[in-house]
């Protein structure tokens, strides 16, 4: 019988070489040269737009061309009297962008522009009794901000500040079947939701929760025919699970189990040749969220020109490592 | 451009829109305009009706005004952006403050959902006016709307299952169950809520487990090449005392599979994994059962599944190295880095 896959087909008209001066250029411009409408609409997420394009920016050795100090203002504006931090000025405050901004402080080793207690105890606020967290005051529950809440809090050494026993229970209940993870417990696995978990997990030191052999071979049955990856079963290859999927087989020492020369084709092919950028896919408009997570993906598949990045934060590995943090990985 | 002497929704419709520095209801109320603070981080060009509505939007916040014409405000403001968290949360201040019926509510957020099916902010909304009203009536059918338009939408799926573990509406979930596998065998998310189901209600019993293996069997017999179906089998023999491979008619679906020349990868990974068991078995002949299984792996590596070919040379050698020392098991190699 036929058998029938979600795949795209690759073109030899798409890009093959990287093309690292021109995702500096379209990282830079984004937000001057944008179109109005795009910018409204991504007002909600400016926060970890700022982060995506920082850290494609260090990882490419073009951070000197983003004023830091117009950032750091923002930053310091952006944080609530709770101590939460928000997407943009006069948005509420929520774990997702207090994480953002916590990541592009510690790069800029400007952690004491916010007031760091409050922050904690804002993350701290946010944890359920049965140990998961929510990403604002209005209870929405979900693995992304466990791995968010502890994230946070490990880049500012206060771990220890939260439950991280009743954390870890909690992303463990959201287990499957399959070894992977989903978004609460009993939902489907879904490998940005793995990366939280295995993220959570790894910045903790509780990794031997995972059946690291059976999550691996789930992992890397995402990848298609096209060399690109998915991130359910039956479903199309995108940019952003080159990275979810590749962050967390390398936090399992199983990043080798994906065929590597025809991931890095896929992603190459993404790039647009005109403006720089990575799309979801071949021939889609570039974004931010797709050029970060494409550089970040190259960079764990050993691309030279682009610095090492760190699986579990998602940062270049040099600010991890000042910061005295080791997050725990697997090794085969 | 004409003044508006009435907030009624109709006067704005597309071609009429009155911005809101020009209607007279909110001649009171002064615009905030976005303040990105000394360096504003790009230089902002907001369109002319999306800057008038959020102006008037901070000027409310900012107030904290909770009235009627706030909340029509909100319901433009979420028009133009329905990702915008603050907005949502406004509204909800705003619909608590006055009161509201929330009937209607749920109908206008159900309009929100049918146009933007992966915004969390809209079903959070959702989720939220359902638990102030305690009432599930309209949810299976929501989901169900969503659900056929995009069969593994994991918004949809989420509030679903909190729909069903909350308000204990399990009873007729395998029916729909089987309705999308019977349109979608390939479908993930109708496996993965089967589980969910299962493990909900009856628990996997001895008798449960022998019904969803027939019911898997079948189902791959018909796709063997079918990812999905493989995971739940594996996730069924996770409770039956035999293990993967001790299972009678799982072992005859497989072997048979097998003889007609059947080589999908998922069948031959199966077999691996039933071999390997037999390995760890006292009665099983061992030798055969890892020659079996070596020679699966090589024709997975070399013929079969070659995109994955580093991961089937590690199974291989790490069942050879079990053989020589069968107290290691497979995940007892992993150290931490």
């Not at chain 1, 737009?49 to 260090?58: D, H, I, K, N, P």
């Not at chain 2, 403050?97 to 959070?124: A, G, R, T």
């Not at chain 2, 204990?168 to 390939?186: A, M, T």
């Not at chain 2, 996770?238 to 993967?244: A, E, P, V």
């Given at each position: 019988?036929?058998?029938?896959?979600?795949?795209?087909?690759?073109?030899?008209?798409?890009?093959?070489?990287?093309?690292?001066?021109?995702?500096?250029?379209?990282?830079?411009?984004?937000?001057?040269?944008?179109?109005?409408?795009?910018?409204?609409?991504?007002?909600?997420?400016?926060?970890?737009?700022?982060?995506?394009?920082?850290?494609?920016?260090?990882?490419?050795?073009?951070?000197?061309?983003?004023?830091?100090?117009?950032?750091?203002?923002?930053?310091?504006?952006?944080?609530?009297?709770?101590?939460?931090?928000?997407?943009?000025?006069?948005?509420?405050?929520?774990?997702?962008?207090?994480?953002?901004?916590?990541?592009?402080?510690?790069?800029?080793?400007?952690?004491?522009?916010?007031?760091?207690?409050?922050?904690?105890?804002?993350?701290?606020?946010?944890?359920?009794?049965?140990?998961?967290?929510?990403?604002?005051?209005?209870?929405?529950?979900?693995?992304?901000?466990?791995?968010?809440?502890?994230?946070?809090?490990?880049?500012?050494?206060?771990?220890?500040?939260?439950?991280?026993?009743?954390?870890?229970?909690?992303?463990?209940?959201?287990?499957?079947?399959?070894?992977?993870?989903?978004?609460?417990?009993?939902?489907?696995s879904h490998a940005g939701l793995i990366y939280c978990c295995l993220g959570m997990l790894s910045i903790t030191g509780h990794l031997h929760y995972v059946d690291a052999d059976l999550l691996g071979w789930w992992l890397c049955e995402r990848q298609l025919p096209s060399g690109g990856l998915n991130g359910r079963p039956e479903k199309l290859p995108d940019v952003c699970y080159s990275w979810w999927v590749l962050a967390s087989l390398r936090i399992l020492g199983r990043l080798h189990w994906i065929r590597r020369e025809s991931l890095v084709t896929f992603v190459l092919a993404c790039q647009d040749p005109e403006t720089g950028g990575f799309s979801d896919r071949p021939g889609d408009l570039p974004d931010p969220f797709h050029t970060i997570f494409g550089l970040a993906a190259l960079s764990l598949l050993g691309e030279p020109a682009i610095k090492p990045v760190n699986p579990t934060y998602c940062m270049p590995q040099h600010v991890v490592d000042r910061l005295g943090l080791r997050p725990q990985k697997l090794t085969l | 451009m004409a003044e508006a002497d009435s907030s009624s929704e109709e006067l704005y419709d597309e071609t009429n829109w009155v911005l809101y520095k020009y209607r007279v209801d909110w001649k009171d109320v002064t615009p905030v305009p976005q303040d990105d603070g000394p360096y504003p981080i790009v230089a902002i060009v907001y369109s002319e009706k999306f800057q008038d509505i959020y102006d008037y939007f901070r000027a409310v916040l900012k107030s904290s005004e909770k009235s009627e014409r706030a909340l029509q405000l909100t319901k433009d403001a979420l028009d133009l952006n329905p990702a915008n968290y603050t907005v949502w949360q406004y509204r909800r201040e705003i619909?608590?403050?006055?009161?509201?019926?929330?009937?209607?509510?749920?109908?206008?957020?159900?309009?929100?959902?049918?146009?933007?099916?992966?915004?969390?902010?809209?079903?959070?909304?959702?989720?939220?006016?359902?638990?102030?009203?305690?009432?599930?009536?309209?949810?299976?059918?929501?989901?169900?709307?969503?659900?056929?338009?995009?069969?593994?939408?994991?918004?949809?799926?989420?509030?679903?299952?909190?729909?069903?573990?909350?308000?204990?509406?399990?009873?007729?979930?395998?029916?729909?169950?089987?309705?999308?596998?019977?349109?979608?065998?390939?479908?993930?998310?109708?496996?993965?809520?089967?589980?969910?189901?299962?493990?909900?209600?009856?628990?996997?019993?001895?008798?449960?487990?022998?019904?969803?293996?027939?019911?898997?069997?079948?189902?791959?017999?018909?796709?063997?090449?079918?990812?999905?179906?493989?995971?739940?089998?594996?996730?069924?023999?996770?409770?039956?005392?035999?293990?993967?491979?001790?299972?009678?008619?799982?072992r005859q679906v497989c072997e048979e599979l097998y003889s007609s020349g059947n080589r999908s990868p998922f069948l031959l990974a199966f077999l691996v994994d039933m071999c390997e068991e037999n390995m760890e078995r006292d009665d099983g002949d061992k030798e055969e059962s890892l020659r079996r299984a070596l020679q699966l792996c090589d024709v997975l590596a070399n013929e079969y599944d070659t995109i994955r070919r580093e991961y089937w040379n590690y199974m291989a050698r790490s069942l050879a190295q079990r053989m020589d020392c069968p107290e290691r098991e497979a995940t007892g190699s992993t150290k931490t880095d």
């Open positions: 019988m036929a058998t029938l896959m979600k795949d795209i087909i690759l073109s030899s008209s798409h890009p093959k070489e990287l093309l690292l001066q021109k995702h500096a250029d379209f990282i830079s411009s984004y937000g001057v040269n944008k179109d109005e409408y795009e910018y409204c609409m991504t007002e909600y997420l400016r926060m970890s737009g700022v982060y995506w394009g920082l850290t494609a920016m260090e990882l490419i050795g073009n951070l000197e061309r983003i004023n830091k100090q117009e950032i750091l203002e923002f930053i310091k504006l952006c944080q609530d009297d709770a101590g939460g931090i928000g997407a943009s000025v006069g948005h509420d405050p929520h774990l997702l962008y207090t994480l953002s901004a916590v990541q592009i402080l510690s790069m800029y080793d400007a952690l004491d522009i916010v007031n760091v207690d409050r922050l904690v105890q804002y993350v701290k606020s946010l944890q359920q009794p049965d140990g998961s967290f929510c990403g604002d005051k209005w209870g929405e529950v979900d693995t992304r901000f466990s791995f968010c809440a502890v994230a946070c809090l490990s880049l500012l050494g206060k771990l220890e500040e939260i439950d991280v026993e009743k954390a870890v229970e909690f992303v463990v209940s959201c287990m499957n079947f399959d070894g992977g993870f989903g978004s609460r417990p009993g939902s489907e | 619909l608590k403050h006055l009161n509201k019926d929330l009937i209607p509510e749920l109908q206008y957020v159900k309009e929100m959902i049918e146009d933007n099916p992966k915004n969390y902010q809209v079903w959070h909304h959702r989720r939220i006016i359902v638990e102030w009203l305690q009432d599930p009536a309209y949810e299976l059918s929501l989901t169900e709307t969503i659900l056929s338009q995009d069969s593994k939408n994991y918004h949809a799926w989420q509030h679903r299952q909190w729909i069903i573990r909350t308000f204990k509406l399990f009873q007729n979930e395998l029916q729909y169950v089987n309705q999308l596998l019977d349109e979608d065998v390939r479908n993930n998310s109708a496996w993965n809520q089967r589980y969910f189901v299962i493990n909900n209600t009856t628990g996997f019993k001895p008798d449960v487990v022998q019904q969803e293996l027939m019911f898997t069997l079948d189902k791959i017999k018909t796709v063997s090449n079918n990812e999905s179906a493989w995971n739940y089998l594996r996730g069924v023999l996770l409770h039956h005392d035999g293990g993967i491979s001790q299972d009678q008619n799982v």
